[in-house]
């Protein structure tokens, strides 16, 4: 049904619609006037629905979403902007037949549109930006505000410049050490071998030395023998002693 069918009272409260909730020239509230049109309840929540998209947006939705933190995150990804109310079929009818309930959950919703420039403006100068954000009435007539959003571009190119100039730094860093590494094992390698050839060389040289201070003998064994007894006879004669 259109909602300037529902009849004149109702088409009219829609042309002065104001986001203050109050509409007629008598200062009757919107559901106050739902309550004299004798409509049904159903069309009372379809043209309470309209009202509401009227006065804050085509972001309004109807429809019954948890607590848990996995329903709000799917809202967030599944909705974009700042515009968005979410209100729980229950607490639709409710608000649609109660001035009371429509007053108090209106004045929810207002307070979250009142607050969006100030986080707008804190998540600014953070270097973030919002993606979506929103108010959710749950079937428990809890509210849950929801913003979902990144870094801005810009922001985020400065810190990816910044990572990649650091992880540059470091693989020089690294590269410069593996150098530094590959230096001092040769540098080990080649004290290593010095000293062992100082070592073989000392060994050598003491070597040689014991040898050169050792006599040795050699010749045919008559003649070695003939050696000995000529030694043994000059021993006696010096001794005075003759054979």
Do not use: W
């Not at 909705?79 to 409710?94: H, K, P, R």
């Not at 810009?154 to 590494?181: F, P, T």
């Amino acid at each position: 049904m259109s909602i300037l069918g529902v009849n004149g009272t109702l088409a009219g409260a829609y042309q002065h619609a104001d986001r203050t909730q109050k509409t007629a020239a008598n200062g009757a509230s919107f559901t106050e006037q739902l309550q004299k049109t004798g409509e049904s309840g159903a069309l009372k929540a379809d043209a309470y629905t309209e009202y509401l998209k009227q006065k804050y947006g085509a972001g309004v939705s109807i429809r019954n979403v948890g607590k848990d933190q996995s329903s709000i995150d799917r809202i967030g990804a599944g909705t974009a902007g700042t515009g968005n109310v979410v209100i729980a079929s229950n607490i639709l009818e409710q608000m649609a037949n109660d001035p009371e309930k429509a007053a108090y959950y209106e004045g929810k919703i207002q307070n979250y549109f009142n607050s969006v420039p100030r986080c707008q403006a804190e998540l600014s100068a953070m270097g973030h930006e919002i993606h979506s954000s929103g108010i959710v009435i749950h079937p428990d007539g809890t509210v849950t505000h929801y913003i979902s959003g990144d870094l801005k571009p810009e922001v985020r190119a400065k810190i990816e410049a910044k990572m990649k100039a650091e992880d540059e730094e470091k693989a020089k860093r690294k590269k410069r050490y593996q150098e530094l590494s590959k230096e001092a094992a040769e540098k080990r390698k080649l004290e290593t071998e010095m000293a062992y050839k100082r070592r073989s060389m000392t060994e050598l040289i003491a070597n040689k030395t014991a040898e050169t201070g050792r006599v040795t003998y050699a010749g045919m064994p008559e003649i070695m023998g003939s050696a000995i007894a000529a030694y043994e006879m000059r021993a006696f004669t010096v001794q005075g002693i003759q054979k």
